[in-house]
Each structure stands twice: as C-alpha cells, then as structure tokens.
C-alpha cells in the first residue's frame, strides 16, 4: 500500500541553523500539508500546497517558514533560522484532489533544536 | 468558537475489554471527521472517516465510530481492546469538507492497556 515517507526521522540542530525536512507524498497525490506537534500538545496545521502554491498556511507559518517542490517526488519544508520553541514533530500529509478528500500522513520527523 | 474537544486526556482499559472515546465538535454545519491514531514513535495513521451516510462508521483494527448530529459527536469504540491498541487517539475534522483544506485536530486521548 502505498505511504508518505519522511526524512529524516529525527534531527537535532543548533538555534538559527537551517533545517530542510524532506516529505516524499503518495505518488497521484496533489495535496500536500505539513503539521506540527509541539510536545504534549495538539497537532496543528501549518501549510497546505496545491499546484506549486501555498493554498493555505496558519499564522505559525511566518517567513521563517518555506515549502517546495523541488521535483515531481518531493515536498519539503525549510526553517530558515530555527528557534528553541520550533522543536517539534513535524508530520506531512498528502491527498488526492477529491470531494471526499482523506489525508494520509507520514510518520514524521522529530526536529530538536538545542 | 469552533473546536474540536476530547474531553477525556488518559484512559485505562483492561485488555479484552471494551473502549470507548468521545469526541465532541462545534461547527455550524456538520464537518467531515475522522479518527487517527498515534502509535508510540509512530505517525499519524487513518482508523475510519464519515463523510455522510450511514452513521455507523467501521474501519481498520475493529474499530468503528457513531456519528451523532444532536449530539456533535463522533464517538471511537472497539467492543474487545488488545494490548496493541495502546496508543494516542486523535479525532479530526474537515469543515470546510472540500479538497485541500487543513484539519483540525483535538486534543487527543492517550490510552493504556492493562494486562
């Protein structure tokens, strides 16, 4: 069965590096999301992307934040200069554009920032 | 305002018995919604989703839901848990139920099997 892919599942960075994390989607999938989850709280949405466009983006998602498709396999997400509070599990979803739309998630990637 | 609210953080079952976990919304029309569970060091994984229809939903690992309009709920139940069932529950909604659109998710509830 097909599954999103993630990259890589853990990383640790120092506060104001760059971190780009790696989401491969299911294959005829157009949707593309990334959520986060802060420890010991709710999952929350960031981005969506449709057709090499944010469709959406929450008021997490400032210019620190970035996302790309840089080939037809992978979505990423880039933290320009990362923060100690943007240490997360950061999960990728992806969906097919249908009226019933499921999204199917990643396992995600722990992100540390120190 | 809308949310999504799962009002119970931690739950205990015995194995083999049965598992029940509430999920309550607030939206003016009713959303898509769906269950995910976490499994430890895991992703999110879809157990079931109701998009319309019949109000009795079933999905993966003997699970199923009941949707209630009067009630706005979609509860989560499995008549028998196993110890596999140990994990964090998270209901979600659509409610904008179109392509594209964020879900929003509750707080989640954590469940733990005793032998």
């Known amino acids: 069965e097909p599954e999103v892919t993630q990259t890589p599942s853990h990383q640790v960075t120092q506060m104001g590096q760059e971190v780009i994390l790696r989401c491969v989607p299911i294959?005829?999938?157009?949707?593309f999301y990334w959520y986060r989850q802060i420890l010991g709280q709710k999952v929350e949405f960031l981005v969506s992307f449709y057709n090499n466009e944010i469709s959406e983006k929450s008021e997490i998602f400032d210019d620190q934040f970035s996302v790309e498709r840089p080939d037809g396999s992978n979505f990423t997400l880039k933290i320009r200069s990362t923060k100690l509070e943007d240490s997360a599990m950061y999960f990728c979803?992806?969906?097919?554009?249908?009226?019933?739309?499921?999204?199917?998630f990643g396992p995600g990637t722990r992100l540390l920032v120190l | 305002a809308q949310s999504v609210t799962q009002p119970d953080i931690h739950i205990t079952v015995s194995e083999g018995a049965s598992l029940e976990l509430r999920c309550n919304y607030s939206y003016g029309a009713t959303p898509y919604l769906f269950w995910y569970v976490q499994s430890p060091g895991q992703g999110l994984q879809l157990l079931l989703k109701y998009f319309s229809g019949d109000t009795l939903v079933q999905g993966i690992k003997g699970f199923e839901a009941e949707f209630k309009r009067s009630q706005s709920s979609f509860n989560l139940r499995k008549p028998s848990v196993h110890w596999s069932d140990a994990a964090e529950y998270f209901c979600a909604v659509d409610p904008i139920k179109a392509a594209g659109n964020k879900l929003t998710f509750g707080g989640g509830t954590r469940v733990l099997v005793k032998p």
């Open positions: 294959s005829n999938h157009l949707y």
């Open positions: 979803a992806s969906s097919v554009r249908d009226y019933q739309e499921t999204q199917y």
